[in-house]
């Protein structure tokens, strides 16, 4: 049975999540890698709705409110120790983060990988805007994370948990009924309208997270 305890601000096992999403920060050139084990399945992804929180597609009231649903994507990602400018830091070290984002990033990846494979490049990511996520992704010549075999099978092994919370993360697995209890709850007035975070520009928010 969990017992009560008393503490001030020092205590450190309250956390607002388990691990930090990535975010690319404005002038700042961080070097990552796609973590995988298979080139298969290097994402998770799905169609997903934005009304105060993102939630899984039923295909149903949710379209009716919010528009036609778009993807959101994840990875796992090994972020390097650099600099600024995005050279490596000695000694090596490095980060395993969960990053998600929107079809629109995803669909830039995915043309980087037409001439450069990521299975087998790293990237370099800078920010333009911060708070939206616009990136520019330059491929790398090599991928760092997969040069030593014992390396590789250490940072795999390290990215399974984080995995996991990638595939968790994409969006709320929500019910019909409570998909229409929070639209409800975000009409004005209990009427038809539908809360204005509806009609934002939803490929801008999706960066954002």
Known sequence: MAELETFGFENEDIRGGIYEKYKAKKNNVDRVGIL???????????????????????K??????????KWRVGSAIIKYGTD????????????????????????????????????????????????????????????????KDELKKKILEEAKPVWEYVKK????????????????????GGGGAVDPTSKLDLDKVLDSV
């Open 36 to 58: 995988f084990t298979d080139p298969k399945a290097m994402f998770a992804g799905a169609k997903v709705h934005f009304n105060q929180r993102f939630f899984l597609c039923k």
């Open 60 to 69: 149903g009231i949710c379209c009716e409110k919010c528009g036609l649903p």
């Open 84 to 147: 600024k400018q995005g050279a490596l830091r000695t000694p090596f070290s490095y980060e395993i983060l969960p990053w998600i984002f929107s079809e629109t990033t995803y669909i830039r990846l995915k043309n980087i990988n037409t001439e450069f494979p990521l299975a087998s490049h790293d990237m370099k990511i800078s920010c333009t805007n911060e708070e939206y996520q616009h990136l520019d992704l330059t491929p790398c010549n090599e991928s760092i994370w997969q040069a």
């Open 169 to 188: 993360g994409i969006a709320s697995d929500m019910s019909i009924e409570e998909i229409r209890d929070l639209l409800n709850a975000g009409s004005v």
